[in-house]
């Protein structure tokens, strides 16, 4: 047995020893082949540009692939620095987008499936011990109609605690003008000469009903001259708008405005709508048109005893330490706290149709933009098959001298790659130096129309990789029919003239 076992062993080496010398020989000749095709590539290519440089007594006719073959890499360039910038714009668009709405709103919201959510109270630190999580506060919402004067405007009321609030957005940091803790105690709000009622109306409490002019009793002169009297602006709760709904309402911090909601009482024809006097406590600039235009803030007391909700609130903003795992954080609240009847919705599920909206605009672009490489990319196919009409003889002399067909197709591949990289390289290059420039000069944007005041950029490796690889991969397919019809050819047929 030792004998047989020694025998097999020792057939056994050297079987595999001389497989292992056949791999690498075959790897040494494989490459071997690939450097001399590059070999042959790159003189081909160095011989054009020679020609192209000879003296004006010593010049021949310049070829046509010298020209071609610059068109092509200039237009490679050219495509590849197109689709880099607006790429780069397109995700310092939707960057800023994502900063602008994570500094207004929440990472997640906690909501139940019922409308009661009284014990938020006793919830609260609960969800604030769940490992990930970084801050919440409670909110209530409901849409409401604003007016001063003449100037109605719809709106999302939104009552919130300003000493916690701070932990989950960044109102605090968005005040332009007054104070967002104002909302909690108004007699810090300015007082302004308010403007004389324009009918004999008396002042309407805060908790009576609209009433029609002529169902409304006439006011005392006193009242007509004097307008409202400061003790009654003081007692007015504080409310927080935005910088273009304050602009809409003709509205700054200290003048009054009513807020209209229809989840009044049932009267004899049907819901009676419910109006209250707020005080404007601060205006606010999120950067964001959206919700400038469209939100107001409260407190929560007020919002509760506004909307008749005791104690309940709609549910509560949560803010993660990671905010690209919102919705796995979520689900862990969620889990922490039992599961139903609370759920969790993330940033991601809220602005859905917002991010996904942006993505297939920034999908679109890339796909016009690749146009201008696919056409770069059928100049380089231009120039090989002219190459291959031009080097007839010259693979003809190879084939003669024993070079295979996959040597001469590796030859044209090899010319075809280069110039799609030489091109890719430069348009990679200018790409990078564009965004460099526009993230450190930058580009003025007018504010009041794009609400932005400078064109955001943000460089993506990745999307660098991935515009570098399309490009090779589209010069690789271009030269697949050159290489293909050079590989075909017949050293008879290249011969024959001579």
Wanted: aromatic share 8%; with cysteine; hydrophobic share 45%.
């Amino acid at each position: 047995d030792e004998t047989v076992r020694s025998r097999a062993l020792g057939a056994a080496a050297p079987t595999s020893l001389s497989s292992v010398r056949g791999d690498a020989a075959a790897v040494i000749l494989s490459a071997a082949a690939v450097v001399a095709a590059l070999f042959l590539a790159g003189r081909w290519l160095q011989a054009r540009a020679q020609l192209a440089h000879l003296q004006p007594g010593q010049r021949r006719k310049r070829p046509a692939t010298v020209v071609m073959t610059a068109i092509s890499i200039a237009g490679v360039s050219v495509g590849v620095w197109a689709l880099t910038v607006v790429l780069s714009v397109m995700s310092g668009f939707e960057a800023d987008l994502k900063k602008k709405i994570l500094g207004t709103n929440a990472h997640a919201l906690l909501l139940k499936y019922s409308s009661d959510f009284s014990e938020w109270k006793s919830v609260m630190p609960k969800v604030v011990s769940v490992p990930g999580v970084a801050g919440a506060s409670p909110f209530i919402l409901n849409e409401v109609i604003l007016s001063q004067g003449q100037t109605p405007t719809g709106a999302e009321l939104k009552g919130i605690d300003p000493e916690t609030a701070g932990s989950v957005n960044e109102l605090p940091r968005q005040v332009i003008a007054g104070e967002l803790s104002w909302i909690s105690d108004p007699t810090q709000i300015p007082v302004r000469e308010t403007a004389k009622p324009r009918d004999k109306a008396r002042l309407l409490g805060d908790d009576q009903y609209l009433q029609d002019t002529f169902e409304r009793k006439e006011a005392h002169p006193d009242e007509l001259a004097k307008g409202i009297p400061p003790e009654t602006l003081q007692k007015m709760p504080g409310i927080c708008v935005g910088k273009e709904m304050s602009h809409a309402l003709r509205a700054w911090v200290g003048d009054v405005i009513q807020v209209i909601t229809p989840l009044g009482d049932m009267g004899p024809t049907g819901p009676i709508p419910r109006s209250k006097s707020f005080r404007v406590a601060c205006i606010l600039y999120s950067g964001m048109y959206e919700y400038d235009s469209k939100f107001a803030y409260i407190g929560i007391p007020e919002a509760q005893k506004f909307f008749r909700m005791g104690e309940s609130i709609t549910g509560l903003e949560l803010k993660f330490k990671d905010v690209d795992a919102a919705r796995a954080e979520g689900r862990r609240v969620v889990a922490a706290l039992g599961g139903f009847p609370y759920r969790a919705k993330d940033w991601a599920e809220l602005n859905r149709n917002l991010f996904s909206a942006l993505k297939l605009e920034k999908l679109a672009m890339a796909i016009i933009l690749t146009f201008i490489v696919l056409v770069a990319c059928f100049n380089i196919l231009s120039t090989l098959i002219m190459l291959v009409l031009e080097k007839t003889k010259e693979i003809s002399i190879l084939k003669s001298m024993g070079a295979r067909d996959s040597s001469v197709m590796k030859i044209f591949v090899l010319e075809g790659l280069v110039i799609g990289a030489i091109g890719t390289a430069m348009g990679l290059l200018l790409g990078l130096a564009s965004c460099s420039f526009i993230e450190r000069f930058g580009l003025q944007l007018d504010p009041d129309v794009y609400y932005i005041s400078n064109l955001p950029v943000n460089v993506d490796s990745g999307q660098f990789v991935m515009v570098a690889f399309i490009a090779v991969a589209l010069s690789y397919l271009a030269t697949l029919y050159p290489a293909t019809k050079a590989s075909r050819l017949s050293p008879v047929d290249g011969l024959r003239e001579d």
